[in-house]
Nanobody
């Protein structure tokens, strides 16, 4: 079991920045990939960025160049630096972990945090 707790969400104007954090505890030695997902009202949950144990990253096209994912030692923490935020970035953001590598889609991730709301106003 892996427990995940997100923090750092909030409200910001377009062009602003936020930094999300996710604290991981429990059986983190089984974690291979950590990721950030988001879900806007009426839309499906989508991957934003992922990072594997080796530090390899992948980003959604919509956030590439604006968001940066990073992690702490031993998969104990996950971060998402979000710059140049846009109203379309408004969503509930979730931290998730997977035992697999080369994963991207939400169904490939086993453990999830409770989410943190990000609201970007124009």
């Amino acid at each position: 079991q892996v427990q995940l707790v997100e923090s750092g969400g909030g409200s910001v104007q377009a062009g602003g920045s936020l930094r999300l954090s996710c604290a991981a505890s429990g059986d983190t030695n089984i974690v291979n990939t950590m990721g950030w997902f988001r879900q806007a009202p009426g839309k499906q949950r989508e991957a934003v960025a992922i990072i594997d144990r080796s530090g390899n990253t992948r980003y959604a096209i919509s956030v590439k160049g604006r968001f940066t994912i990073s992690k702490g030692n031993a998969q104990s923490a996950l971060y998402l630096q979000m710059n140049s935020l846009k109203p379309e970035d408004t969503a509930e953001y979730y931290c998730a972990t997977s035992r697999g590598g080369g994963v991207w889609y939400s169904q490939q991730f086993s453990y999830w945090g409770q989410g943190t709301q990000v609201t970007v106003s124009s």
